[in-house]
């Protein structure tokens, strides 16, 4: 009903509209198209941008799994007989330092 009252016959008696009534026939739409399907548009590209988070997720979580599982153990197993070594040698000086002192004190 708006649109026949936007609409005026011209001269000859044919229904003609004025740009201005037709830009705004135009913005009207689409705004009405818009709001109608806006909400499923959002949905849609939160769908679409999780479903792409996820598959990166998964990416990194395989990437950290392999890296792991290919992590070279020689550097840890060097450190912790360094470490046995070291407490060895540390019980020795200790005892030899409690020897020393025994020594004097007699």
Known sequence: AKLMQLVA???NGHRKMREDQAMEL???TVQD???RNRKGAEFDEVLQLTQQVNSRVQRL???TRRA???REKGPIMELDAFTRQLDAYLEDVYQEH???IALIKK
Do not use: C, G, Q, R
Request: cysteine-free; aromatic content about 12%; glycine content about 0%.
């Open 9 to 11: 016959h011209n001269a």
């Open 26 to 28: 135009i913005v009207a």
């Open 33 to 35: 198209f818009y709001s």
């Open 61 to 63: 979580v395989k990437l």
């Open 68 to 70: 792991h599982a290919a």
């Open 98 to 100: 409690e020897d020393h």
